[in-house]
């Protein structure tokens, strides 16, 4: 059978898993009474609720006398390393790029690295049933985007299908009216254009980890190309280690991809992509070869981690009434079993039962922390802080790219807050009443903002962010709150009587009845210093009783922080108590008189 290897990338809600559901249905993978959810590669609960992938998937069809072996990747930057690695493993990719959106920050960068690995691109134009869609001035800005980052002739001569994947049709036209209900066109286009694995069957064996993977019956896997040669299940075979040493090893397991399943097989051979087993320690990058035929491949890059939070066990008063999970070593036991499967999370003890996780960016911790909370644990977490490097002994610090569209009536404030921000715009466009801004911004100055700017875009906006490089460290005020916090000073549960006499003071994040306890954060101060507060006071009673004196309290409704919200939101002397039914914001120093002489100490030095 021969072979074809792609990729599947574009922008945050382009509609790369759904485009895989339906080349999955279409090409006869699933029986006719096989019951198919929607989004089927998007395989957790949170990537189904959040509507994103944050793992690449990879999965393959049968069509026709062709094999195709298809990755769906991530489209967030958070993780745009494994967007890098996989173009090493394919030959191809469909780049699928919205039919009203256009190029978004993140199709620039996933097609900077297809570029890069000189794969075949062709160009998926999806949801062209849109009322909005602007086909062909999408092609044009795709063109745009290809001569801007320095694509050959071979690669701008790019076919471009048109297609509504929710719909599952296709058109090789921009007219909505000529959409096909079939996906045969676009299976077609990848046998035509996209070349056959280069690679080499009569050569000895070299295949290479791009990905991994765990679990718990075969531990860690590398999932990879086998780029030439063959391999067979427990064969002895070399590891050339990233730092040049030489580990043999017997192959436990080999696992082809079959649809949505993955399924044991006893060989591979070059072209196919497999997952081995059988190295406890295998990692990205490293070559197995045959023994005494030791060639290392070159080695992929892994992105570096550009943020770090402390993960901490849980000190607040409240600890061990929701999770069961509270312990150091079952949460350095949980963290290190995610490093197994994601390179780019790097885990490193710290003081007072606590470790320092790094990793991509927000999105990529606070995932971690929410499948961590979901399991059971308990714990508390610190604000996230930009990973400084010394560079020819200079401070520096990473800066995104930033691309946002609002509506003309707020560009004022977002202009504002950004260069509030240290925040340099670089370009400005106005379509249908839309404005569209870039700017280069530090990654601290992204920190707390996506809430604030939400807020005064009443909603509408749309912010997204990529990495873009590290440059010299701007202002040390970058990235903070500008307002104090009410601090709780009892504990117990609050009362509507002590929160409408605090109306005036700020924002509630609590509700009556809710359970306090002293350091709690339960509003946000109308000022910029912290204000220590009673919210569980009740009124006093009187044998007396004055007419109109007895109506209900009508509160403002509580603010509701998620988890991204609450990590933005906090200070340095703050952390976010998580737990498997709440989160809770609270003060480092949770005694008020403790807290009080800690602050003047630190004002006086």
């Known amino acids: 059978?021969?072979?074809?290897?792609?990729?599947?990338?574009?922008?945050?809600?382009?509609?790369?898993?759904?485009?895989?559901?339906?080349?999955?249905?279409?090409?006869?993978?699933?029986?006719?009474?096989?019951?198919?959810?929607?989004?089927?590669?998007?395989?957790?609960?949170?990537?189904?609720?959040?509507?994103?992938?944050?793992?690449?998937?990879?999965?393959?069809?049968?069509?026709?006398?062709?094999?195709?072996?298809?990755?769906?990747?991530?489209?967030?930057?958070?993780?745009?390393?494994?967007?890098?690695?996989?173009?090493?493993?394919?030959?191809?990719?469909?780049?699928?790029?919205?039919?009203?959106e256009g190029t978004m920050p993140q199709t620039r960068f996933v097609l900077k690295k297809a570029l890069e690995a000189k794969v075949v691109p062709i160009v998926v134009v999806n949801k062209i049933d849109k009322e909005t869609a602007r086909p062909k001035e999408v092609v044009d800005e795709v063109l745009d985007l290809f001569i801007e980052l320095g694509a050959d002739i071979e690669q701008l001569e790019f076919p471009v299908i048109y297609t509504s994947s929710l719909n599952g049709t296709t058109s090789l036209d921009p007219d909505v009216s000529t959409q096909k209900q079939t996906m045969e066109p676009l299976l077609d286009m990848i046998i035509k254009y996209i070349p056959e694995p280069n690679v080499d069957l009569n050569k000895k064996l070299q295949f290479q980890p791009a990905l991994l993977d765990y679990n718990d019956f075969v531990g860690r896997m590398g999932i990879g190309l086998v780029k030439s040669g063959r391999m067979t299940l427990n064969q002895t075979v070399s590891c050339v280690r990233l730092d040049g040493s030489i580990k043999q090893f017997r192959i436990g397991k080999i696992f082809g991809f079959q649809g949505l399943k993955r399924i044991e097989i006893t060989e591979a051979k070059a072209g196919d992509i497999v997952a081995i087993?059988?190295?406890?320690?295998?990692?990205?990058?490293?070559?197995?070869?045959?023994?005494g035929f030791e060639q290392p491949l070159p080695i992929l890059r892994i992105d570096e981690p550009t943020l770090q939070m402390t993960f901490g066990v849980n000190s607040s008063p409240f600890v061990g009434r929701e999770g069961k999970l509270l312990t150091a070593r079952k949460i350095e036991e949980r963290l290190l079993k995610e490093a197994e499967r994601d390179v780019s999370l790097k885990i490193k003890p710290n003081d007072n039962e606590s470790f320092i996780v790094s990793g991509r960016g927000e999105l990529h911790l606070s995932i971690l922390i929410e499948n961590m909370r979901r399991e059971g644990f308990e714990?508390?977490?610190?604000?996230?802080?930009?990973?400084?490097?010394?560079?020819?002994?200079?401070?520096?610090?990473?800066?995104?790219?930033?691309?946002?569209?609002?509506?003309?009536?707020?560009?004022?404030?977002?202009?504002?807050?950004?260069?509030?921000?240290?925040?340099?715009?670089?370009?400005?466009?106005?379509?249908?009443?839309?404005?569209?801004?870039?700017?280069?911004?530090?990654?601290?100055?992204?920190?707390?903002?996506?809430?604030?700017?939400?807020?005064?875009?009443?909603?509408?906006?749309?912010?997204?962010?990529?990495?873009?490089?590290?440059?010299?460290?701007?202002?040390?005020?970058?990235?903070?709150?500008?307002?104090g916090v009410l601090v709780s000073m009892e504990n117990g549960k609050a009362t509507a009587y002590a929160l409408g006499q605090l109306e005036d003071r700020g924002i509630m994040f609590i509700e009556p009845g809710d359970e306090v306890y002293e350091g709690m954060i339960v509003g946000e101060h109308s000022h910029e210093n912290d204000l220590v507060v009673n919210v569980v006071k009740g009124k006093k009673l009187t044998n007396t009783r004055a007419s109109g004196s007895d109506h209900t309290v009508v509160l403002k409704r509580a603010r509701k922080m998620s988890l991204e919200t609450c990590l933005d939101y906090i200070n340095d002397d703050e952390l976010v108590e998580i737990t498997p039914s709440k989160f809770r914001l609270r003060k480092r120093i949770l005694n008020t008189n403790e807290r009080r002489h800690f602050e003047n100490k630190i004002k006086k030095d």
Not at 75 to 94: C, K, Q, S, T, Y
Not at 380 to 385: N, R
């Open 1 to 100: 059978m021969k072979m074809r290897n792609i990729a599947i990338i574009a922008h945050v809600d382009h509609g790369k898993t759904t485009l895989v559901d339906k080349l999955l249905t279409s090409s006869g993978t699933f029986r006719e009474n096989e019951t198919v959810n929607e989004r089927v590669m998007d395989s957790n609960d949170i990537e189904r609720e959040r509507g994103i992938t944050i793992l690449a998937k990879t999965t393959s069809i049968d069509y026709k006398d062709y094999h195709i072996n298809i990755l769906d990747t991530p489209g967030h930057a958070d993780f745009g390393g494994e967007v890098e690695r996989i173009m090493n493993m394919v030959d191809g990719v469909l780049l699928v790029v919205d039919a009203y």
């Open 277 to 291: 087993a059988g190295l406890p320690d295998i990692s990205v990058g490293e070559t197995v070869c045959e023994v």
């Open 379 to 483: 714990l508390q977490v610190s604000k996230p802080e930009v990973i400084i490097k010394q560079i020819d002994g200079v401070k520096c610090e990473p800066y995104e790219e930033v691309q946002i569209e609002v509506k003309e009536e707020h560009v004022g404030s977002v202009i504002e807050a950004l260069g509030n921000r240290e925040a340099t715009l670089e370009n400005m466009t106005n379509f249908n009443n839309q404005v569209r801004l870039n700017y280069t911004i530090p990654s601290r100055g992204l920190i707390g903002f996506s809430t604030e700017f939400m807020t005064m875009t009443k909603g509408y906006g749309i912010i997204n962010h990529t990495f873009k490089e590290y440059r010299k460290m701007a202002s040390s005020k970058v990235g903070r709150r500008n307002l």
